[in-house]
Nanobody, 124 residues
Framework: VQLQASGGGLVQAGGSLRLSCAAS????????????MGWFRQAPGKEREFVGS????????PYPDSVKGRFTISRDNAKRTVSLDMSSLKPEDTAVYYC??????????????WGQGTLVTVSS
């Protein structure tokens, strides 16, 4: 299974951006039916941070306080994609964003698959 993230770029503070992550590979259909999906980010010199996730059915989407109310995760199991809609962006949201898949943990505590990162830069 491969996870391909896209949608990063440069945006001004207060703006919005949408990231997408598509799964491909022979087992991707199984993955999307059974795995929690979500996003992490890592800013320069900082540890990787959980940004949010979504259950396989899409009925639960936990977020950390740092992004709650500004970020929204959704998934389309038929298209095997998960999206991260980011609004009211702040310079401190600048980071490389990674999508991830976890079979065991809704909060993605034991990630099975990682996508490559996509850079989000928020200018002040």
């Amino acid at each position: 299974v491969q996870l391909q993230a896209s949608g990063g770029g440069l945006v001004q503070a207060g703006g919005s951006l949408r990231l997408s992550c598509a799964a491909s590979g022979a087992a991707s259909g199984h993955l999307f039916s059974n795995y929690a999906m979500g996003w992490f980010r890592q800013a320069p010199g900082k540890e990787r941070e959980f940004v949010g996730s979504i259950t396989p059915s899409g009925n639960r989407t936990p977020y950390p306080d740092s992004v709650k109310g500004r970020f929204t995760i959704s998934r389309d199991n038929a298209k095997r994609t998960v999206s991260l809609d980011m609004s009211s962006l702040k310079p401190e949201d600048t980071a490389v964003y990674y999508c991830a898949a976890d079979r065991q943990s809704i909060e993605l505590r034991d990630v099975d698959y990682w996508g490559q990162g996509t850079l989000v830069t928020v200018s002040s």
